[in-house]
């Protein structure tokens, strides 16, 4: 159906056409004519823009229908039931929320796509969560960002000392709102923060991290992300607001603060504004508003990969599908700079032009490599620039080496474990030569239907992801035939005392454009891992292979005083987003299965954990000297039945906060 057909089916359907695609209403009339054009607004007129749309019961059975059918693919649902120690406080019943949610009464399209929003944010896990595109182009910014830093040797919360530096780089239209109302904001910078809204600063960070973070099942991991602190955003140094300074939506117009200016030693209390910041396409009114950001488009739905255009679009790109590990960190959308005296001073070695950003210490013998990503724009360069950067640390006589995974959303599966195997050396595997982990999939009977298909109608990786030629056999790390049937029979176990079925399991197969060492370019002994436990997805099985293969030590900063945390955040095993799997149905003719979820009717995206990885262990010792290497004679899976996610890694130590970009010391 042509978009704007496709746009008026939906306007009918949600029983507003005589509104949304009449003649523009005036802007009394229509909240969203109100802050056309504008790049900020007051949060109270993008929430009025956003809840000019009423509640309608077609469009809730049709984005509910997709996300119950998708979840049948989700690997850890069963685990949410009774999630195990330290992470029960995301236990909850997801079919009982959808059902929850199917019988709540809503009086507007917003309430309902709120629901469902903080629903699956509050699982906890960044690879599945609901995205609804029509509410999430609004963001709320404070222009304040508070921080977790050490003083006198005492952990406390404070206005970012740089909030001067980094809010000037939103630029005018944003500042002068602040002008406009006669707010001094810049008095606040480095202001030590007693409580907000009425509770101990940590307390609401908590709060925050409960009810808003999401992404990362651990909660300490969380409350590092209600704070701002440093990241990679593309190729360039960035800084995050923090969810406490960056929520998703503009419901709050103000945020208390109890605080003591620098300078001085008086309390006060004050209400700083929010600007929510528009991200979306330029609108002229509701009607254009709905059209741009709310109904469903080309993009939106899956495609049947099979098709003559569909292969020629793939015609000029990789030769396989690369399995891809990520959350979806909303505040990346505000991507600020971080202001140019917060950033390294140190010169860039060579192979610093993208995701990875790697210097020498004064010292001259410890190496730093932070990296801010395993989704680089290049695939194959990213594994050319590793190469690159630790070739220069060996020839400047760098014997140590620290990596900083701060803030590192994860990426692409095979990019964490080439960085594994590239500076632990191949010779470090032992007979379990593969540098990741043994995976599965959920092999419910849509799943089964889907490979059967597959191997019926000759597709192969090029197009899917569940073909088996994705994969390697676990009794021999070969790449699997196309026409292997991995789910056939398939395997079963009891979770929480709901029966799970899952495929057999399997290996990733990962092309490398680079030789491999043997021998690793630094002693392992002399590897660190440094970060704020902000270590989704690919970064946190990067972070856990290597502290059960090879005990690298870890450490973690920030956090709330006395609350563990976790070095990782959630480690998945790949993500399918809504176009992926519904491609993946397409594509094996089975859109018209009665398993099958309908296309949506309005822009967003369901995404989902569509595998999980499993924990191994060496049987008697993590690392050996490869001089001994002999004694690694066999790797053990120490518990068969639990996923990496839910396997509690502590660090080996805590570091001190420090707001300036830095590395941090061995502890």
Same mark, same amino acid.
């Given at each position: ?51 000019? *749309? ?7 059975? @049709? ?6 059918? %998708? ?62 595109? !029509? ?32 809010? =000037?780089?939103?630029? =005018? ?24 809204? +009425? ?33 990679? =955003? ?14 998703? *939506? ?109 210097? &020498? ?46 803030? @590192? ?8 474990? *080439? ?10 595997? #032992? ?31 090029? &197009? ?12 021999? @790390? ?27 399991? *399997?290996?990733?197969? !990962? ?19 440094? +970060? $704020?436990? $902000? ?39 790949? %993500? ?8 993946? &149905? ?26 999980? #990885? ?9 690392? %050996?000297?490869?001089?001994? =290497? ?38």
């Amino acid at each position: 159906m042509p978009p704007p057909l496709y746009r008026l089916a939906v306007a009918v359907a949600i029983g507003v056409a005589h509104t949304v695609y009449a003649a523009p209403a005036s802007t009394a009339a229509d909240p969203c004519a109100k802050i056309a054009g504008a790049l900020f607004a007051p949060p109270a007129d993008a929430l009025a823009c956003m809840k000019s *749309f009423p509640f309608n019961e077609t469009l809730r059975q @049709n984005v509910l229908t997709v996300i119950s059918r %998708v979840f049948d693919f989700y690997t850890f649902e069963d685990y949410y039931l009774d999630s195990p120690p330290p992470f029960q406080d995301s236990t909850t019943n997801i079919r009982a929320q959808l059902a929850r949610i199917n019988q709540t009464h809503y009086e507007t399209d917003f309430d309902f796509n709120k629901d469902v929003y903080d629903f699956t944010t509050q699982l906890n896990d960044g690879h599945t969560r609901w995205f609804p595109d !029509c509410y999430t182009e609004f963001q709320n910014l404070l222009p304040t960002p508070v921080v977790t830093l050490e003083e006198n040797g005492v952990q406390n919360v404070f206005v970012a000392p740089d909030a001067v530096e980094l809010i =000037s780089l939103l630029g =005018s239209n944003f500042t002068s709102f602040f002008d406009k109302i006669h707010f001094d904001w810049k008095r606040l910078a480095g202001a030590k923060v007693l409580e907000i809204e +009425g509770v101990d600063a940590y307390a609401y960070a908590q709060h925050i991290a409960e009810t808003q973070s999401g992404n990362y099942l651990d909660l300490g991991v969380r409350i590092n992300s209600a704070f701002s602190s440093y990241r990679i =955003s593309g190729t360039d140094f960035s800084q995050r607001f923090g969810d406490i300074s960056g929520p998703q *939506f503009p419901t709050q117009n103000t945020l208390t603060m109890k605080l003591i200016p620098v300078n001085s030693t008086k309390e006060e209390t004050v209400a700083v504004p929010f600007l929510a910041s528009y991200l979306g396409l330029p609108f002229t009114d509701r009607e254009d508003f709905w059209a741009i950001n709310c109904a469903a488009n080309d993009e939106t739905n899956g495609v049947d990969f099979k098709s003559s255009s569909q292969l020629a679009k793939l015609s000029d790109k990789r030769s396989k599908k690369l399995a891809k590990a990520s959350i979806v960190d909303v505040s990346a959308k505000n991507a600020v700079g971080l202001p140019s005296q917060f950033e390294p001073t140190l010169p860039p070695v060579n192979g610093s032009e993208g995701v990875i950003k790697s210097f &020498i210490l004064p010292d001259r013998k410890t190496g730093v490599m932070f990296v801010g990503s395993f989704e680089p724009d290049d695939f194959f360069q990213f594994q050319t620039d590793v190469q690159t950067t630790v070739t220069a640390f060996q020839e400047a006589g760098v014997s140590q080496l620290l990596i900083d995974l701060t803030n @590192n959303g994860g990426g692409f599966v095979c990019l964490g474990q *080439f960085l594994h195997i590239f500076l632990t050396g191949s010779k470090s595997l #032992g007979n379990f030569p593969n540098p990741g982990f043994q995976s599965t999939n959920r092999a419910n009977p849509l799943a089964q239907k889907i490979l059967a298909s597959d191997i019926e109608l000759g597709v192969t990786s090029e &197009i899917s992801f569940y073909t088996a030629d994705n994969w390697a056999f676990l009794s021999n @790390n070969t790449e699997m035939p196309p026409t292997a049937n991995y789910m056939a029979p398939p395997s079963s176990r009891q979770i929480n005392g709901q029966t799970y079925v899952e495929s057999q399991r *399997f290996l990733d197969v !990962c092309p490398f454009n680079v030789d491999i060492p043997e021998d690793p370019p630094f002693d392992p002994s002399k590897i660190a891992i440094v +970060g $704020n436990g $902000n270590c989704a997805s690919t970064c946190a099985m990067f972070s856990t292979l290597m502290n059960e293969r090879h005990n690298t030590k870890i450490a973690v900063f920030g956090g709330k005083p006395g609350l563990p945390t976790q070095f990782k955040g959630m480690a998945g095993n790949q %993500v399918l987003e809504w176009f992926d799997i519904d491609s993946e &149905i397409k594509t094996a003719n089975l859109k018209d299965d009665p398993l099958a979820p309908p296309d949506l009717l309005v822009s967003g995206d369901f995404r989902h954990n569509w595998r999980i #990885g499993m924990i191994q262990y060496i049987s008697s010792q993590r690392y %050996v000297p490869h001089s001994h =290497s002999h004694l690694l004679l066999a790797y053990s899976f120490f518990d068969e039945k639990v996923p990496i996610a839910y396997v509690s890694e502590l660090p080996h130590c805590p570091c001190n906060p420090r707001y300036k970009l830095r590395v941090f010391p061995y502890c």
